[in-house]
């Protein structure tokens, strides 16, 4: 049969507009994958021949508040393979086993994975910066030197419970290390290099640097010269007495920042592998539970304080040495009692019966109440892991026995960090804070503050003049009571003993206390708290007065000069024991003859320098109280012209 002419061109056309469109779909297809999936295949297409060694990112460092570093990085490079890369598996494992000291046969098996890369582990991980250098110039195919850091202590087991550690991989593992981890960690970067299926290098692409992001650095509140004076103070403690454990924190008790905390046994972050996780998991300071003794009275008298149930110099009870309650004789811990005395009186003594009276005329719902406000039976917010928040009775289960012994310390467990939380909010005008630690997050690179913890007020539990005569009691503890080992000539000081017996299974235990002290200084205007406890000191009789208020005292008496607190001349007068020393002010020699200085100075002895009939100077200065039998120094020379 015949076609047409017509139905040809038209059997044509159709043909044209079919391979047109085809030509058009297979035109937009290629510009499709061209200009919109191109740059994704493309990286696709480089990820599958590239090989990333990874540069580790510099974790941020730790310091205290005035930039002293805490914790840092040093250099330790890491090796990796390319297993495709290496033409001789025998040769290499050879060479580098010899090198880095490991075994042959293990190098082997991990250079002859089938995988991308491997790191060479252990053996060749955070290696030396001279070892990295003998394996660099091996110029072994297929085997590469990375940068890598490890962490780095430079004081060693200083603030080690605080600090914590990082592991191998420099993630934080325990203490602010860990807390702070994502903000310590920053980001890793690598080097990428481009091979074919068989691992053979692709000159034609050059390689890849990403830089690595570095973590922030953290700038705490510690104070490094109050630190190593609780480092120093609980490092004689150790020594003096072989204690279980030691307990010390310093805060400012205006703001809450944690000025130094320390605990034994302590360990050297790194190597803490080779101490029990018992002891590195376990910062007492706010881990720690127990029953806090004497230490807690505070809380009782300034609740009694603030609801009027006591004058303190006006009222007055009578101690003879114990008070009944529900068919319970609670003792003093002083035989025979101490008579009639003020409430005053009772605080610098630590009285039992006292306080009970105090918590009988609170009540229990009141003094509970009061407990609660002062941030006991909950957590207090510091920033560190595994805070403790004590254990409180319920109230329906707290009868006149139970109201009792809560009044002087008994029954009740707390925290360290709780109770001087506390006690600050007693003495700086009623106001709680939360501790702290963490003052701010620094750029390690343009030195700009990414983020600032202030002072965080919970609430305000007592009145200012509430606060001002909690004050007053403490100091006259110090001066006239049982905390006279804590006294410091020219600062006023004010503090409580505390002596608590240690429970095990219910029962206490015989002759195994923990023995604290908290201090405040100056009496007048607070800069700082110092708490510490001393767990089952040995050869030593077992009292907050006796062991822990001397550490106090060392502690306040050499914090406040690094702080720049000045001195002052107006003191409660201290209260004098048969064992003090004899003291001597020391006067006023300059100008004075030789030949007329020993019938004023036979309780010192005197040494000289320079030559002469008249002194010219001295040494201590004149008004200095020194104990009997100290060195006086005296520098002689020609009397000077008044004129």
């Avoid at 590469?144 to 420099?170: C, M, Q």
């Avoid at 109440?369 to 920033?383: L, P, Q």
């Avoid at 709780?418 to 750029?443: C, D, F, M, T």
């Avoid at 050499?558 to 002052?568: E, F, I, R, T």
Wanted: include cysteine; proline fraction near 5%; hydrophobic fraction near 35%.
């Amino acid at each position: 049969m015949r076609v047409s002419g017509v139905t040809v061109r038209k059997r044509l056309i159709i043909i044209f507009i079919f391979g047109l469109a085809f030509f058009f779909i297979i035109a937009l297809r290629l510009g499709y994958v061209q200009f919109v999936l191109g740059e994704n295949l493309t990286n696709r297409a480089l990820n599958s021949w590239s090989r990333d060694i990874p540069f580790e990112p510099k974790r941020g460092e730790i310091t205290d508040r005035n930039g002293v570093a805490l914790a840092t990085n040093i250099s330790a490079p890491t090796v990796f393979a390319v297993p495709k890369q290496i033409g001789d598996p025998n040769h290499t494992a050879e060479k580098l086993a010899a090198t880095l000291n490991i075994s042959k046969n293990e190098v082997y098996k991990l250079i002859t994975k089938n995988e991308s890369k491997v790191r060479i582990y252990p053996g060749g991980r955070k290696i030396s910066n001279l070892k990295a250098k003998e394996v660099s110039s091996l110029n072994l195919p297929g085997i590469f030197v990375a940068e890598d850091s490890k962490r780095h202590y430079p004081y060693g087991s200083y603030l080690s419970h605080v600090l914590g550690f990082a592991g191998i991989d420099n993630q934080g593992l325990t203490g602010l290390e860990l807390y702070y981890d994502k903000q310590l960690n920053g980001k890793a970067g690598h080097v990428s290099f481009f091979s074919d299926a068989r691992g053979r290098r692709m000159p034609s692409l050059s390689d890849k640097y990403e830089k690595p992001k570095d973590g922030y650095d953290l700038r705490l509140t510690i104070e490094a010269k109050v630190q190593t004076i609780i480092e120093r103070e609980l490092d004689i403690a150790q020594a003096t007495y072989n204690p279980d454990g030691a307990i010390a924190i310093a805060m400012n008790p205006n703001t809450g920042e944690i000025l130094g905390m320390s605990s034994r046994p302590d360990f050297n972050p790194e190597e803490y592998k080779r101490v029990s996780p018992e002891i590195y998991n376990r910062n007492l300071p706010v881990w720690a539970q127990y029953e806090p003794g004497s230490t807690f009275k505070i809380i009782t008298l300034a609740a009694a304080l603030e609801e009027g149930k006591v004058d303190l110099e006006k009222d007055h009870f009578h101690d003879p040495g114990s008070i009944e309650v529900a068919g319970r004789k609670l003792r003093c811990w002083k035989a025979g009692g101490h008579g009639s005395q003020t409430f005053l009186e009772g605080v610098q003594n630590s009285c039992n019966p006292g306080f009970v009276i105090l918590g009988q005329r609170l009540g229990k719902e009141k003094l509970f109440s009061y407990i609660k406000d002062f941030g006991f039976g909950e957590k207090t917010g510091v920033d560190l892991a595994g805070e403790a928040k004590g254990i409180l009775f319920s109230l329906d289960r707290v009868g006149p026995l139970e109201l009792a012994t809560t009044a002087f310390g008994q029954g009740v467990s707390v925290t360290p960090i709780q109770q001087v939380a506390a006690v600050s909010a007693a003495i700086n005008g009623g106001y709680l804070y939360e501790p702290y630690i963490a003052k701010e997050l620094v750029n390690p690179l343009t030195g700009q503050v990414i983020s600032k913890q202030t002072p965080k007020l919970k609430r305000k539990v007592i009145s200012s003049e509430t606060s001002k005569k909690v004050r007053h009691a403490l100091e006259s503890v110090v001066a006239q009571g049982t905390g006279t080992k804590a006294f410091v000539d020219g600062y006023r000081v004010g503090g409580k003993t505390g002596t608590a017996q240690k429970a095990e299974g219910g029962v206490y235990l015989k002759n195994n206390h923990i023995v604290s002290f908290i201090g405040m200084a100056p009496a007048n205007k607070p800069e700082i708290v110092v708490y510490v406890a001393i767990d089952n000191p040995k050869d030593t009789l077992q009292f907050g007065g006796v062991v822990s208020a001397p550490i106090v005292k060392n502690i306040i008496k050499d914090s406040l000069p690094a702080m720049g607190v000045p001195k002052q001349k107006k003191q409660i007068e201290k209260k004098k024991i048969w064992t003090d020393p004899t003291e001597v002010v020391v006067p006023n020699l300059i100008g004075k003859k030789t030949k007329n200085i020993s019938k004023l100075l036979y309780d010192l002895k005197i040494e000289t320098s320079g030559k002469g009939d008249y002194i010219i100077q001295q040494a201590p200065q004149p008004g200095v109280k020194l104990e009997s039998g100290k060195k006086i120094r005296l520098f002689l020379g020609p009397k000077k012209n008044s004129n």
